[in-house]
């Protein structure tokens, strides 16, 4: 269509009603430049927002807006999904509208000019090479508030601030083990990160955590700065490497000297409360487990590597997490089959693991320490082993005997043999026979790339606790095979795939809505210093986010923090959980909870999700809790794309 008609059209279309329609669904941060550009139009035919938004058909044709001036840009057909059937998963019937060819810079909105609602308009959003930047930027600097026993200042906070958590009598500074009761002598085992949204903290819950995040400054450098706003910024070090080491700190803390590494640190009974520090509650440190061991080795040799770079800033770590992955995997060597810790006592989730992922921990190990040392010895245990682990329970997944990859199975393991494959040194057959493995589990990704009209496709039984990260790992298995070489011609389309699962938590959802955090348009920009008074949030321009979730600081009882009506919101860049189809809150013998929660339940499996941060009974923390294993996905996929 020319241009000059465009123009026309835009001031016949500007007496029309221009209301927002949730129905019009985009990546609400928006999309690079060269990038593939799909908006999604929604009739909503099962689920509660059915009558929220109402009967709505686009009609033939959708335009893009200039949000400076409401000018259009861009007109282009509309295109009906799959023949007008109904998407179980969702509910929705759906359009597509493709505007790929628009990559002028700007800020825009989507626009139907005819249809059942005329005028009807999407969230702004935004094409740019940075327009990741920010997004990234909140996610990263979640971590900070997820901080242990160390004061949360305005300066680098916000309005998110506490003093140091979890430092008081029979805490952190001085835990003992629990076994059946307190035992032996109180260790220091202070620092680290909150775990979720509880108060907890878990060594065998960074093995994908700390790899993702390691991962992604190691592929990915130019997508992380130094000037995100934390006490460690402008040191010359990326925060989000300065943000792994108040980690990193904590798991040594963690490990004894004979290179066993305790499990967790938490609570025989209940925590929480806001802010943190109001938690007095005694804690204790749990006995060992070779899943911390493993985990512990694993994440300091792969840190080891990359702050080997960094050593004019902090002298001695890289030999120090070097010297800690050493011991660590010289005590699962003595200690060959699976150590579990008495788990008995702790009201914290059980972090023991079967002996299969127990023994594919062990590979991850390995292959990160032989990328580091080069020990021939290390190689062989992964030679020997890569195929052939403790035995799996009938249907259960192994990538090399199945064939394929798995985002939701055996990860742990298929993140070990990412390492080994990059490994300088490795047996060339056994680098062959993963890259054949991945290649199979990418190509399903690709294989339904349109069977999901928001184009990021899963099964529906993945719409489950942490669905969330489970999206972020469909997308990054196109990541990795681009990485490792894996089809070389496939390379663009693998990358295209990948941006999709982004899009999904960008916004282009069932839900229209942003899944992190309190990143609304009317927020206060994420600066370092930050000062304490002004708007609330990240300010990252999207219309939609999240305003609730379960955590144990940002509680749904705190007014200052939860929901939409509150003074300030969560703090920003948190990742929810995610819909959930198989949450369902407890049922009491006291009658406390005897009814449904709609939403999430009673609904197709895209939208079993609610805004909300309830505790017991309703248990909303298995939909909308956060999780530094979640967050590391998305680091992991966003990074990707955010670099220059």
């Known amino acids: 269509m020319p241009l000059a008609t465009l123009l026309v059209c835009a001031a016949a279309w500007a007496a029309e009603p221009q209301g927002l329609a949730e129905t019009i669904v985009v990546d609400q941060f928006g999309w690079r430049p060269a990038d593939r550009k799909i908006v999604v139009f929604a009739q909503p035919v099962k689920g509660y927002n059915v009558a929220a938004w109402g009967t709505f058909v686009p009609g033939d044709t959708f335009v893009v807006c200039r949000a400076s001036d409401g000018a259009s840009v861009f007109a282009g057909p509309v295109t009906i999904w ?78 998110w601030v506490h003093q140091a958590c979890h430092v008081g009598p029979g805490q952190d500074l001085g835990a003992s083990v629990y076994d059946g009761g307190p035992q032996g002598s109180p260790r220091d085992v202070h620092g680290g990160w909150h775990d979720a949204g509880d108060y907890r903290k878990y060594v065998p819950f960074t093995y994908a955590t700390l790899f993702d995040l390691l991962t992604a400054v190691e592929w990915f450098p130019a997508a992380f700065g130094d000037a995100t706003g934390i006490p460690e910024s402008g040191n010359g070090v990326p925060d989000l490497l300065d943000e792994v080491k108040w980690e990193l700190d904590w798991m040594l803390r963690m490990q004894y000297p004979d290179g066993s590494v305790a499990t967790t640190v938490g609570v025989t009974g209940g925590d929480g409360g806001s802010p ?13 487990s070779s899943p911390a061991a493993s985990s512990l080795a694993r994440a300091c040799a792969q840190a080891s590597r990359l702050f080997a ?260 919101g969560p703090a920003p860049g948190f990742l929810t959980g995610g819909p959930n189809m198989f949450y369902k809150p407890d049922r009491n013998p006291d009658g406390h909870l005897d009814h449904d929660i709609v939403p999430p339940q009673n609904q197709p499996p895209m939208k079993s999700y609610l805004d909300w941060g309830a505790g017991w009974p309703e248990n909303s923390w298995e939909v909308t809790e956060n999780g530094i294993y979640y967050e590391a996905s998305y680091i992991l996929l966003a990074a990707a794309f955010a670099a220059p």
């Open 309 to 568: 770079s960094y050593e004019s800033v902090y002298h001695g770590y890289a030999k120090t997490l070097r010297k800690a992955a050493v011991a660590s995997w010289g005590w699962l060597e003595k200690h060959p089959t699976n150590v579990r810790y008495r788990h008995q006592g702790f009201s914290q989730a059980n972090a023991n693991v079967g002996d299969a992922d127990d023994q594919d921990r062990r590979i991850g190990a390995a292959a990160e320490l032989f990328r580091l040392t080069g020990d021939v010895r290390v190689r062989r245990f992964i030679d020997d082993r890569y195929a052939r682990f403790a035995p799996r329970k009938k249907g259960d997944h192994h990538p090399m005997t199945r064939g394929y990859f798995d985002a939701s199975a055996s990860m742990d393991l298929q993140m070990g043999l990412v390492t080994y494959a990059l490994a300088p040194g490795a047996t060339p057959k056994v680098v062959k026979a993963i890259k054949k493995s991945l290649a199979g589990g990418v190509s399903t990704v690709m294989a339904y790339a349109d069977a999901d009209p928001y184009l990021a496709h899963m099964w529906d039984g993945h719409y489950c606790w942490g669905s969330n990260s489970m999206k972020g790992k469909w997308g990054i298995l196109p990541i990795w095979a681009i990485r490792l070489g894996v089809n070389p011609t496939m390379h663009v389309a693998y990358r295209a795939r990948a941006a999709e699962y982004l899009h999904y938590l960008h916004g282009r959802n069932p839900l229209n809505l942003v899944y992190l955090s309190n990143m609304g348009s009317q927020e206060r920009p994420l600066t370092a210093p930050m000062a304490p008074s002004g708007p609330r949030g990240a300010n990252a321009g999207v219309g939609k986010s999240v305003t609730a979730f379960f955590h144990g600081w940002f509680c749904d009882k705190c007014p200052l923090y939860n929901g939409a009506g509150s003074t300030w």
């Open 82 to 159: 799959n023949s007008g059937t109904v998407h179980e998963q969702s509910g929705d019937r759906a359009w597509h509208g493709d505007f790929s060819a628009l990559t002028s810079p700007g800020t825009y909105y989507v626009q139907v000019p005819g249809g059942t609602r005329p005028g009807a308009r999407s969230f702004d959003f935004r094409i740019a090479d940075d327009v990741y930047a920010v997004p990234l930027r909140a996610a990263c600097r979640s971590y900070y508030y997820q901080r242990c026993g160390t004061d949360l200042t305005e300066a680098f906070g916000g309005h």
């Open 276 to 288: 943190p520090e109001v938690d007095k509650g005694l804690r204790y440190q749990a006995g060992v």
